[in-house]
């Protein structure tokens, strides 16, 4: 029997292994999605200071001294998670990963916290999980722990990039570039006026500066467009992983007074063409499927539909 170790993550310790996990589980899943790719974690767990009360949120298993499975619990009502395909869904790891998401989940159920705008279909004192939709194995788990799918969900969109890229075109006075030490200020405003429409953000400029020294994000990849003014418009960050030679995007964003304007389809277009240049193969985007600007950008920029990733609920008592 394998004996499994977990503690909370350790911000600025555990990062790098929990990219090399991310990246081994793409490998192995080929060419399906995963869960998280490497810029995923990085983008979710990166740029917090070590002193950070979010650690208690993410909780790490080990076996043999390697990450095996990561659960990341998202207050007040949604967690994510993934284990190492050679751990069986509903065996003993699985559970315990449950088991962790809805204690936390049970004991902040007395603070009746609101949910933010894009989760508002979920029940108050409910605990919910985004499942692919091919993971017959994981959805038999959580039906039989009396989760219960829930009519919402995200899309994964994938795009090749073995051939020619279109130049992105922009509105007069307008240009591409990246962002760089400069910017931390005005970048992390950017990001959060383009997430407004969807609740508060609290993405801040220390914890952006952080995040631009961590593992795998390059600045090349952190793409903006600037007015004549130098006012920062619309953004993308594109993740790289050169094992696997897969690009990613997280996030995309753009200020709600400029939507509407081909920039966001700007900045993805200058991201592929950036990724292509370093050696990409593929790249990943995604979105909840009731962002419909979202969805249109996207398909624009010759993404195609591969997997669908369901919410799955529980009504904890």
Same mark, same amino acid.
């Given at each position: 029997m394998t004996t499994f170790s977990s503690r909370a993550f350790r911000a600025g310790v555990d990062l790098p292994r929990l990219v090399d996990f991310a990246t081994e589980l793409c490998t192995v899943r080929l060419p399906r999605v995963s869960y998280w790719d490497?810029?995923?974690?990085?983008?979710?767990?990166?740029?917090?200071a070590a002193a950070t009360?979010?650690?208690?949120?993410?909780?790490?298993?080990?076996?043999?001294g390697s990450p095996v499975a990561l659960a990341v619990f998202e207050p007040p009502l949604t967690f994510a998670y993934d284990l190492h395909p050679r751990f069986a869904e509903g065996g003993e790891l699985a559970r315990e990963v449950l088991s962790w998401a809805e204690h936390q989940r049970s004991a902040?159920?007395?603070?009746?916290?609101?949910?933010?705008?894009?989760?508002a279909m979920l029940a108050d004192r409910s605990l919910s999980v985004e499942i692919l939709e091919s993971d017959r194995g994981r959805i038999a788990f959580l039906e039989?722990?009396?989760?219960?799918?829930?009519?919402?969900?995200?899309? *994964? %969109? !994938?795009r090749q990039l073995d051939g020619p890229l279109p130049v992105p075109s @922009?509105?007069?006075?307008?240009?591409?570039?990246?962002?760089?030490?400069?910017d931390v200020e005005a970048r992390a405003e950017l990001h959060r006026d383009s997430w407004s429409v969807w609740g508060p953000s609290r993405?801040?400029?220390? *914890? %952006? !500066?952080?995040?631009?020294?961590?593992?795998?994000?390059?600045?090349? @990849?952190?793409?903006?467009?600037?007015d004549e003014a130098g006012r920062l418009l619309s953004y993308c960050i594109a993740w790289y992983d050169p094992v696997n030679r897969?690009?990613?995007?997280?996030?995309?964003?753009?200020?709600?007074?400029?939507?509407?304007?081909?920039?966001?389809?700007?900045?993805v277009m200058e991201g592929l063409r950036r990724l292509q240049a370093i050696g990409a193969q593929t790249a990943l985007i995604g979105t909840a499927s009731v962002n419909a600007p979202a969805l249109r950008c996207y398909a624009a920029c010759g993404f195609e539909l591969v997997e669908r990733q369901h919410y799955y609920?529980?009504?904890?008592?």
């Open positions: 490497p810029g995923d974690i990085v983008w979710q767990l990166g740029g917090f009360d979010f650690s208690q949120y993410v909780r790490i298993w080990g076996a043999g902040l159920l007395h603070a009746n916290a609101a949910a933010p705008i894009a989760l039989d722990s009396g989760y219960q799918r829930v009519e919402r969900h995200s899309v *994964r %969109y !994938r @922009l509105p007069r006075g307008m240009r591409l570039r990246h962002a760089t030490d400069s993405f801040s400029a220390s *914890r %952006y !500066r952080r995040l631009r020294a961590e593992p795998v994000y390059e600045e090349s @990849l952190d793409v903006v467009v600037e897969i690009g990613d995007f997280e996030p995309v964003g753009t200020r709600p007074s400029f939507t509407g304007r081909g920039l966001a389809r700007a900045v609920s529980k009504v904890l008592t």
